[in-house]
């Protein structure tokens, strides 16, 4: 629901240039106080493995309930973030989010593999980036193997050697990276070749064309069939009916994640989710 209301709020993006740069500042300095308050929030979306429907890992996704604005969209407060440089105090405080609610999960017995974390290429700017990652995950004391990082790309890729060597760095730390968004945007074929990736993640564009676009279709079924090639597993995302699960797994497709096997939903939520005993439990 963030999504269909916040866009219908933010007709200021509109408006005027000077409008939008004034917009721009107060929402800046809005999330710096949020983040500062703890008012963000983390919801959590399941991957299922589309061959037998247990329950793969989940997806991490940062939530911005403004007191006065209502809930300000991702597409728009990650961006603000990324312009003002506010991506690193972001991804920290997901971070921190995620570790917490992996060692609550665990202590309650609710079983999750892994969570994914969404991966700013503006983060990997910072050259601390992997040492304070690692140091964080160290001081929660949850295995490096239960965080997944997506990687999104929001412009073209501006330092690729010191990016690899920072991917790799992670790599050894042993986070497991997949491309988020593949083939919209700015990844390419070389980024397949080049990056210490093991999954690609299809874009919901390709997945929601599916049903009545030829094109995007056979597309998702070329991407599906170069990543076995490379030896690479694939996840679909933005899976919406039935039909478009069973085709996907058909194609051989590894994962799906999407509204129709459930949205985004807070953490709590998500326990009750995966173990309906628990519902009541107070
Ligand atoms: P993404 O990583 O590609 O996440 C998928 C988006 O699709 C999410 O939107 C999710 O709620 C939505 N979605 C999932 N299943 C379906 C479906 O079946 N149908 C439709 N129509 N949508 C579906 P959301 O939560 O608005 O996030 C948007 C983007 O914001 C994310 O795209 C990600 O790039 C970015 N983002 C979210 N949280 C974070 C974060 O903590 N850090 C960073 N750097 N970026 C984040
Ligand atoms: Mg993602
Ligand atoms: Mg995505
Ligand atoms: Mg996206």
Not at 77 to 84: D, N
Not at 242 to 254: I, N, S, V, Y
Request: aromatic residues 8%.
């Amino acid at each position: 629901a963030v999504k269909e209301t916040g866009k219908a709020d933010f007709r200021f993006y509109e408006e005027g240039m000077l409008e939008q740069a004034r917009e721009r500042l107060a929402l800046t300095v809005e999330l710096r106080e949020a983040l500062q308050a703890g008012e963000l929030t983390v919801e959590y979306q399941p991957k299922r493995n589309l061959r037998d429907g247990t329950l793969a890992g989940v997806e991490a996704l940062a939530r911005w309930p403004h007191p006065v604005r209502g809930d300000v969209p991702p597409s728009v407060f990650v961006a603000i973030a990324e312009r003002s440089g506010l991506i690193h105090a972001l991804g920290e405080y997901v971070l921190r989010s995620v570790l917490g609610q992996v060692r609550a999960w665990d202590a309650a017995g609710t079983v999750v593999e892994y969570v994914a974390i969404n991966l700013s290429m503006h983060e990997l700017t910072r050259p601390a980036f992997v040492d304070t990652l690692h140091r964080a995950v160290r001081s929660f004391g949850v295995d490096p193997t239960r965080i997944r990082f997506e990687l999104t790309e929001s412009s073209a890729m501006r330092q690729p050697e010191e990016t690899l060597r920072q991917l790799v760095k992670l790599r050894s730390h042993g986070f497991d990276l997949l491309i988020d968004d593949f083939g919209a945007g700015y990844w390419n074929l070389s980024h397949l070749r080049e990056l210490p990736v093991g999954t690609i993640k299809i874009d919901q564009s390709f997945v929601r064309g599916s049903s009545s676009n030829l094109a995007d279709r056979e597309i998702t079924e070329a991407i599906v069939g170069l990543a076995k090639k490379l030896n690479m597993r694939t996840i679909a995302e933005g899976v919406e009916t039935e039909a478009q699960a069973e085709w996907l797994r058909d194609m051989g497709c590894d994962i799906g994640q999407g509204f129709f096997f459930a949205r985004p939903m807070s953490a709590d939520a998500f326990s009750r989710y995966v173990d309906p005993t628990m519902a009541y439990a107070g």
